[in-house]
């Protein structure tokens, strides 16, 4: 429930998924903005769990970066307002940006730092003592793949280098929620293994990781909470088995809520036939 001090007036809570009377991580109200003529994100009001793993899933330009933008403090919205941990993003930035981590979408990097550089530079700005960041960084460079290539600057790491080193950074400070806008694109399998493996240790501690992420396979198997999203709302919130429902994978159940089910190209591309040439 969320009638603790640092929760507004009429900010309402939402049943609990687990039955604990846990306040959730994150709350969303009224969530909205417009780029020009473009509605990208159309009111959106969902509490996100804590100590979950959380899926965000939706089509393309469904709202989901924008929604991540607005909810980490990155982008304004034009109405709306997030808590997270019961601290308003934009009325109490420090507080919020203490307990988040972030990995965004086109994530900028200082890419002449090296990756043990860049590490030592987030600790600091986070306000870790020296000695705790330089054990931190270490342990996450080697949990992480990236040992080697600790040396090297950013600017010469491979895309699924460049997405482990943010890993890494978001996670130096031990956030309490962790957003990550697709963290497994151009990640190989091995990677994507030992990131899973670092994230699930995380959520176990009491942690929440909420993630962004076309590929369904992926969502079905890692999180236990997922929220769909297209043209710009929340289509369907809560446990993993509630939200994928009698369907018989979570790709079914999304492609029925999107509205996509059965969706084939018809006669529109009867001139694609290559093969048959
Ligand atoms: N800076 C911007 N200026 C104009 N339009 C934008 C901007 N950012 C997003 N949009 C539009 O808002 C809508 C939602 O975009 P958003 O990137 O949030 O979707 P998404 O669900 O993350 O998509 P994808 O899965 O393709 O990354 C889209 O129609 C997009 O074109």
Redesign the pocket.
């Known amino acids: 429930m969320t009638t603790g001090e640092d929760t507004p007036e009429g900010h309402r809570a939402a049943a609990p998924e687990t039955g604990a009377a846990a306040p959730p991580a994150v709350s969303v109200r009224g969530l909205w903005k417009r780029?020009?003529e473009?509605v990208?994100?159309d009111g959106v009001d969902l509490d996100v769990p804590a100590g979950r793993f959380i899926g965000l899933v939706?089509?393309?330009?469904?709202?989901?970066?924008?929604?991540l933008a607005m909810v980490t403090g990155l982008l304004r919205p034009d109405a709306g307002r997030v808590l997270v941990g019961g601290h308003d993003v934009w009325a109490d930035p420090a507080a919020v940006k203490a307990r988040i981590g972030v990995l965004p979408?086109g994530l900028r990097l200082f890419e002449r730092l090296s990756g043990r550089e860049l590490l030592a530079y987030t600790g600091r700005l986070r306000g870790l003592p020296g000695d705790e960041v330089d054990e931190r960084a270490t342990q996450l460079l080697d949990v992480l793949g990236l040992a080697d290539a600790r040396h090297k600057l950013v600017i010469d790491y491979s895309t699924g280098m460049r997405k482990k080193i943010g890993l890494a950074a978001a996670l130096l400070h031990n956030p309490q929620v962790l957003f990550l806008?697709?963290p497994f694109e151009g990640v190989d399998p091995v990677s994507a293994q030992t990131i899973r493996g670092v994230l699930e240790r995380y959520t176990g501690s009491g942690a929440t990781v909420v993630f962004?992420s076309?590929v369904m396979e992926l969502v079905e198997s890692l999180c236990d909470w997922v929220a769909v999203?297209a043209t710009?709302r929340i289509r369907a919130h809560g446990p993993l088995a509630e939200v994928r429902g009698d369907a018989p994978s979570l790709q079914d159940a999304f492609l029925e809520l999107v509205g996509a089910s059965g969706r084939e190209p018809g006669q529109s591309l009867d001139w694609l036939g290559g093969g048959a040439r």
């Not at 939706?58 to 929604?67: D, F, I, L, V």
């Open positions: 780029f020009g473009q990208a994100v939706g089509p393309n330009g469904a709202g989901k970066t924008t929604t979408e806008d697709e962004s076309h999203m710009g």
